[in-house]
């Protein structure tokens, strides 16, 4: 399965994005999927994962209570509203699918080009 993030944009802080990841190839009926994101000079860190099987989810702690990860069957897409955005949110944001329901990038594949969110203070 190979999947593709899109949405992102600039947004002052307090704004608000949706991201898409939508995935080709295979269904994800089957995978879990995480986002994750990378900031210059950073390394990739999680965000959310949701496991397609039920409605299991997982946040870091510095998204939880502002991101909610959710999932269309139909449109074989996953996505990430982001409320509340903060400048330390800024980074290239990455949708993976896994088998394993993880928080680990290694757990994932399929990474697209990502998705840059920028927002400003």
């Known amino acids: 399965v190979q999947l593709q993030a899109s949405g992102g944009g600039l947004v002052q802080t307090g704004g608000s994005l949706r991201l898409s990841c939508v995935a080709s190839?295979?269904?994800?009926?089957?995978?879990?999927v995480g986002w994750f994101r990378q900031a210059p000079r950073k390394e990739r860190e999680f965000v959310a994962a949701?496991?397609?099987?039920?409605?299991?989810?997982s946040y870091s702690d510095s998204v939880k209570g502002r991101f909610t990860i959710s999932r269309d069957n139909a449109e074989n897409t996953v996505y990430l509203l982001m409320n509340s955005l903060k400048p330390e949110d800024t980074a290239v944001y990455y949708c993976?699918?896994?088998?394993?329901?993880?928080?680990?990038?290694?757990?994932?594949?399929?990474w697209g080009q990502g998705t840059l969110v920028t927002v400003s203070s």
């Open positions: 993976g699918a896994g088998r394993v329901f993880a928080t680990a990038s290694t757990q994932y594949s399929g």
């Open positions: 190839g295979d269904t994800l009926r089957t995978y879990a």
């Open positions: 949701t496991r397609w099987g039920d409605t299991m989810t």
